[in-house]
């Protein structure tokens, strides 16, 4: 995986990926809106927020910044962010999820949805969502992992060739994820239909942060 390709592949789901995706993950994405249990006033960073479709799950009283390195997926946010009237709570910007441009300690709360197994070193990711989520506060994930069902989990190793045309790992192992990255997990539970998304809970344990440097996740 890596940024151009990244970008190459939600350049051609962009317009459609509502249809294709929208409906599918979005049991995913109401679960852990609900489980970040924001409140009044708090600054959310969305990671990778894509087409928009979690920001009318959030309250009406905190503040949402989403990014996404895809211009053409946050053209489809912004339409939605003026159909559905959220522009006073959401703010979209263009930017790396491995190289954020915020300051450290800004954000309550910090999320990605279905991105851990986009970006090329899931690692920095990490590491990145803790440098700028305040001491304390709280890292929320969903995503799907590789299947520990023997078909499925096969079927999964074969497309891997073909994670940079599809855009994103099909054989993204969790354990290893977690090992890499060293998140201090407080809730794993699974999410969608059939179990297939997990959704991580973590606390943000900044001590823990020392694979800034890891080389770039390989799959499993």
Do not use: W
Not at 5 to 31: H, I, L
Not at 176 to 193: E, H, K, S, W, Y
């Amino acid at each position: 995986m890596d940024i151009r390709a990244v970008e190459q592949a939600y350049r051609r789901y962009a317009r459609f990926y509502d249809v294709c995706f929208g409906a599918v993950f979005q049991p995913g994405r109401k679960a852990i809106v609900e489980r970040m249990d924001c409140s009044t006033g708090e600054r959310i960073l969305e990671v990778g927020v894509g087409t928009g479709l979690s920001l009318p799950l959030y309250p009406q009283d905190v503040s949402v910044v989403g990014i996404d390195i895809s211009r053409e997926m946050l053209q489809q946010a912004r339409t939605r962010l003026v159909r559905d009237g959220l522009e006073p709570m959401a703010r979209l910007m263009v930017m790396d999820a491995e190289n954020m441009a915020f300051e450290d300690d800004s954000f309550d709360k910090v999320v990605a949805m279905y991105v851990a197994s986009v970006v090329p070193n899931p690692a920095r990711l990490v590491d990145e969502m803790r440098r700028v989520c305040k001491p304390g506060g709280q890292i929320y994930m969903v995503n799907h992992f590789h299947s520990r069902n023997p078909i499925l989990g096969g079927v999964e190793s074969l497309l891997a060739p073909l994670s940079k045309q599809l855009g994103f790992r099909p054989d993204f192992s969790l354990d290893r994820f977690l090992g890499q990255t060293g998140l201090d997990a407080m809730n794993i539970c699974p999410v969608n239909l059939f179990d297939f998304s997990t959704m991580v809970e973590a606390r943000n344990n900044k001590q823990g942060a020392e694979s800034i440097a890891a080389p770039a996740f390989a799959p499993s």
